[in-house]
């Protein structure tokens, strides 16, 4: 295998082992975009981080399209509870993180380009 992706994707796997980068490592996007989706991606992980396993589910589902009251029946918990678990994970600010995250990467998306 050679070619400019490949060395590319070896250089950040390699930089996400070295410098113990989690949560996806972007090389040569551009230097600015190599920037932000590195911050977005370093952010994002450093706030799954520290979400309970509980709170994960809740997240999951929300981001999935449930609302809260589909998610507290799902789960067997109070609405108030699910709630609750949602504010204290930071649901908003992540769920808004995500989609600018999101929207970043929208620049790369080729696949309509393939068909």
């Given at each position: 295998m050679d070619g400019p992706v490949w060395?590319?994707?070896?250089?950040?796997?390699?930089e996400s082992y070295m410098k113990k980068k989690y949560g996806g490592v972007f090389k040569q996007f551009g230097n600015e975009d190599d920037l932000i989706l590195n911050g977005f991606a370093r952010i994002l992980q450093l706030h799954r981080a520290g979400i309970t396993s509980k709170q994960l589910r809740i997240l999951h589902l929300l981001r999935d399209g449930s609302s809260q009251a589909e998610v507290a029946d799902r789960l067997r918990i109070t609405r108030q509870a699910a709630s609750q678990h949602a504010r204290l994970a930071g649901w908003s600010s992540y769920e808004e993180a995500e989609r600018g995250w999101k929207t970043a990467l929208e620049n790369y998306d080729f696949t309509k380009q393939w068909q």
């Open positions: 060395h590319a994707a070896r250089a950040a796997i390699k």
